[in-house]
């Protein structure tokens, strides 16, 4: 799949399918099927709120829930198979007027199997009101943009010193985890990443050596690798029915900080 390219191609492939197809035929997926590239990666070249301006409203809302100005109940989920998971996450923040649903799944063998993302899923925002739905939008992304502020929030509050962070799986949360990271903990020196794929630790090198200036970027050889030389840990891999046990008790040591992804 393609990784670099313009913006300009991606408005110019759209009309095309406008032109050809019709507004009918015109989705994210369809342009990322007509431009050989994943098509999580279109939504980077268009409007929404950037990464500092993410985390500041991620901030917000964890403020609130700090306050327990909330409602939110624990999610819940469903396991059609052992490697996928479906969740409905729903939130009440009455700060922000905001009322909503999240429904996420993920199927790790979609892009190899199907060709398609790996994550998909929508969010609904319902007005106080009358209750009546006011937006649906696509939940992957806004799940790309959100996770990861969560983590480096919390990394910075927790571990502010940290000079290493480890990241497993380098899939978008992954990419995302070491875009974010950089932004709110400011001593690091070394980012260690892993992943079962060794062209998923390269895509996510090239995507983010730009934005992380002055910082070591390291492929791991090893999970061992990572838990051992890290500070702060955070994970984007699969979830599956049955927890994976990929780091030892034996390779983490007194004063890290681990972030699992659990607040996906």
């Known amino acids: 799949m393609k990784d670099n390219i313009s913006r300009e191609q991606f408005i110019k492939a759209t009309y095309e399918i406008l032109s050809k197809e019709g507004i009918q035929a015109l989705s994210i997926r369809r342009l990322g099927k007509m431009m050989d590239c994943n098509p999580a990666n279109i939504y980077r070249y268009f409007t929404g709120p950037d990464v500092e301006q993410t985390l500041e409203i991620i901030g917000r809302t964890l403020d609130a829930h700090g306050r327990k100005e909330y409602e939110m ?3 819940i989920g469903i396991h059609p198979y052992d490697d996928v998971f479906y969740h409905a996450m729903p939130a009440y923040v009455p700060g922000q007027m905001a009322c909503g649903e999240k429904w996420i799944e993920c199927y790790p063998r979609n892009p190899k199997e199907f060709g398609l993302p790996q994550t998909s899923g929508l969010m609904i925002l319902n007005e106080i009101l009358t209750g009546f739905p006011m937006v649906i939008m696509d939940g992957a992304w806004l799940t790309a943009m959100r996770t990861p502020a969560v983590t480096s929030i919390a990394a910075a509050a927790i571990h502010p010193d940290a000079e290493t962070f480890g990241m497993f799986g380098c899939g978008v949360q992954g990419i995302g985890h070491v875009r974010y990271i950089v932004h709110k903990v400011k001593n690091l020196k070394k980012i260690y990443v892993y992943d079962v794929r060794r062209e998923s630790m390269e895509r996510l090198i090239e995507q ?6 002055g910082i070591e970027l390291i492929m791991a050889v090893s999970p061992q690798e990572v838990a051992e030389s890290c500070d702060v840990m955070s994970s984007a891999t699969i979830i599956t029915r049955e927890n994976m046990a990929v780091v030892k008790k034996e390779w983490v040591h007194a004063g890290q900080t ?5 607040h996906l």
């Open 73 to 75: 109940p624990a999610k």
């Open 208 to 213: 983010v050596k730009d934005e992380v200036d």
């Open 258 to 262: 681990i972030l699992p992804r659990f």
